[in-house]
């Protein structure tokens, strides 16, 4: 059973940074394409990054420039580290692992930008 369990979400205000988490297990990781989405109040999910198994990166939106993706295949985990936080930035955030069987989500921490 694949399970993704994020973590580092929080209130931070404009300007500060954040890093979150996400650790799988049930997956062969280092094979899994892994993905940052996030979903605005009132709005749809919408990609923020991604990584592949080989490590390139991709982003989209307003996280490009500000936000990076990494992964480490040793611990199962994938990071997005997030800084110049914006207000538009609110949302719940989630990972995703696409491995050939299928997609799979987190549950999403959310993360809030307030001054």
């Known amino acids: 059973q694949v399970q993704l369990v994020e973590s580092g979400g929080g209130l931070v205000q404009p300007g500060g940074s954040l890093r979150l988490s996400c650790g799988a297990s049930g997956v062969t990781f280092s094979s899994a394409a892994m993905s940052w989405y996030r979903q605005a109040p009132g709005k749809e999910r919408e990609l923020v990054a991604r990584i592949l198994s080989v490590g390139s990166t991709a982003y989209a939106g307003s996280g490009k420039g500000r936000f990076t993706i990494s992964r480490d295949n040793a611990k199962k985990a994938v990071y997005l580290q997030m800084n110049s936080l914006k207000f538009e930035d609110t949302a719940v955030y989630s990972c995703?692992?696409?491995?050939?069987?299928?997609?799979?989500w987190g549950q999403g921490p959310p993360v809030t930008v307030s001054s």
């Open positions: 995703q692992a696409s491995i050939p069987g299928g997609d799979y």
